[in-house]
């Protein structure tokens, strides 16, 4: 199976990798998010580490029970060949009503067939009011005219 872009990446395919990446994960679908990656894909997620579609399916499942109104903001950093470095932001709320935003970065690799080999994730959670929060749009992906807010990255 093959997902393109593929790899080698320009800045325009490293560009559209990030959206398509961006637009996965804000539709909280574990089924969908999960075919972006590699049968034997290896994650560093936090303090987890995770290898293949059904452990992280597990984990995406648990995630998004955990946060809710996820929304979610990737920023390209660099590319290199196989490689892409992104900045991303995501702002959530816990069962009690408590939101975060949610900042870090992210590492990946990809294969040939531009299946997602390797995630490295780096994240720090940051308590928020509900009204500081930025990303309101309706929840699913953000829309395309929406950049991210100044000073995000």
């Known amino acids: 199976m093959s997902r393109p872009p593929l790899p080698p990446f320009t800045e325009e395919t490293a560009l559209q990798k990030v959206r398509l990446a961006e637009?996965?994960?804000?539709?909280?679908?574990?089924?969908?998010?999960?075919?972006?990656?590699s049968e034997d894909s290896c994650w560093r997620h936090r303090s987890e580490f995770l290898t293949g579609h059904a452990e992280i399916h597990a984990f995406l499942t648990r995630k998004w029970q955990r946060e809710e109104g996820y929304r979610l903001i990737k920023s390209l950093w660099a590319f290199t060949g196989d490689r892409i470095a992104v900045r991303f932001?995501?702002?959530?709320?816990?069962?009690?009503?408590?939101?975060?935003?949610?900042?870090g970065n992210e590492n990946w690799r990809f294969d040939a067939q531009g299946l997602m080999a390797e995630r490295h994730?780096?994240?720090n959670d940051v308590p928020i009011a509900e009204g500081d929060r930025l990303f309101t749009w309706p929840q699913g992906p953000r829309p395309a005219d929406l950049a991210p807010p100044p000073g995000l990255f």
């Open 89 to 103: 932001a995501y702002e959530w709320h816990d069962e009690g009503g408590q939101w975060f935003r949610s900042h």
């Open 23 to 37: 637009d996965a994960w804000n539709s909280r679908d574990p089924d969908r998010v999960v075919q972006a990656y």
């Open 121 to 123: 994730a780096s994240i």
